[in-house]
């Protein structure tokens, strides 16, 4: 069952600080999560060295998704997922199953950022806005 009644947005970005990394796709080699909590915005960043969580420093009302597209991410509106009760399947830990994991989803053939963008607009039939350049 997917929940799209949801403040999870997927942000997707062409950075790429770690050398290997820039064997992905331009545009997608990372991946976090923006979260509308109560008053406030929280960013998701999962690294490969660190999870960093913090809280932005603008209130839930300001249009984030639409800030960060004017500087160049993709981002998209992410389902909540319903999966079924049972342990996902274990896989390295990337920035791609952090998100996969905040959103309940359950695909182990998605493993790069492209893969999850591609996944995330085949399950929300959203083919989104597409504003601003790719940071690279």
Known sequence: MIDIRNDIYIAFSGKADVRFLKMLKPGFRHCFALVRGAGTWLLVDPMLHKMDVTFGDVSSDFDLPGWMRARGYRVLRAPRLSPPRRM??????????????????????VLTPWQLYRRLISITHFKGDFHGKFQQ
């Not at 996902?88 to 053939?109: N, Q, Y």
């Open 88 to 109: 996902a399947m274990p896989s390295p830990f990337t920035c791609v199953e952090a998100m996969k994991r905040l959103i309940g989803l359950h695909d182990w053939r």
